[in-house]
């Protein structure tokens, strides 16, 4: 890989924070912004990735000082600024863990912010926005007909998430026949969406269909 320098500067982890934000940054990229610098022979993006392929998040943040001084790339000066910077998002998260902000994790809780979608008599596509602690950021109703994929475009799905910095969304929608089995049309939207959330790096986590009767999860049948 060549030196950070030389990489265009629109895909340097610094300008593409400024540009786009923190939440469009891959793992390493973040870890790489808090590295500053790389080692010999290697750029920081290199570091950052072989860190992070030998130390999983999780087991990152259970180190100490001692700990991250010895990973090669990092010594104490880096340690230090990497253990602030953990400790400081840490004490961030618990002044939000007041957050009165509905969780959705489940097929029920999606249910709940939906059920008022039962007793439609037209279909409503409905996006659930979510943060990257499940918690309910938004939601918005797209769209009002027949639903097929040339009437929703990803545009109108994903500009709402990029406002507001989601992290991943919920598609719902409802079908007034009384049958939540997907159509061939929910199916080409759905992998539609998905593929988009792909390139946009905001992961579409479901996509429920309700009805006055029953209700149907993609991600419960494998479909996402």
Do not use: W
């Not at 340690?79 to 400790?87: G, N």
């Not at 996006?127 to 939601?139: C, D, F, P």
């Not at 097929?148 to 026949?177: D, K, T, W, Y």
Request: aromatic share 6%.
């Amino acid at each position: 890989m060549p030196k950070i320098k030389d990489i265009p500067k629109v895909d340097r982890p610094r300008e593409k924070l400024i540009k786009s934000g923190a939440k469009f940054l891959k793992d390493y990229e973040l870890l790489a912004i808090l590295l500053g610098t790389g080692t010999k022979g290697k750029n920081v993006l290199e570091v950052a990735q072989d860190i992070l392929s030998n130390y999983p998040k999780k087991k990152l943040l259970g180190l100490d000082f001692t700990q991250f001084k010895k990973i090669n790339g990092i010594g104490p000066a880096k340690a230090t600024q990497i253990l602030a910077a953990f400790e400081f998002a840490s004490r961030v998260l618990e002044v939000d863990s007041s957050s009165t902000l509905p969780i959705v994790q489940t097929t029920k809780d999606i249910i709940a912010q939906i059920s008022f979608l039962r007793e439609h008599k037209k279909e409503n596509f409905v996006v659930l926005y979510l943060n990257s602690r499940n918690e309910l950021l938004n939601k918005e109703t797209i769209s009002v007909g027949t639903l097929n994929a040339s009437l929703v475009h990803p545009r109108e799905v994903f500009e709402p998430a990029a406002r507001i910095f989601a992290a991943q969304i919920i598609l719902a929608h409802n079908h007034p026949s009384g049958d939540s089995e997907p159509s061939e049309d929910d199916l080409d939207l759905t992998k539609r969406m998905v593929e988009a959330g792909k390139i946009l790096g905001i992961e579409v986590i479901d996509h429920v269909i309700i009805s006055n009767l029953n209700s149907f999860s993609f991600k419960e049948k494998k479909l996402i």
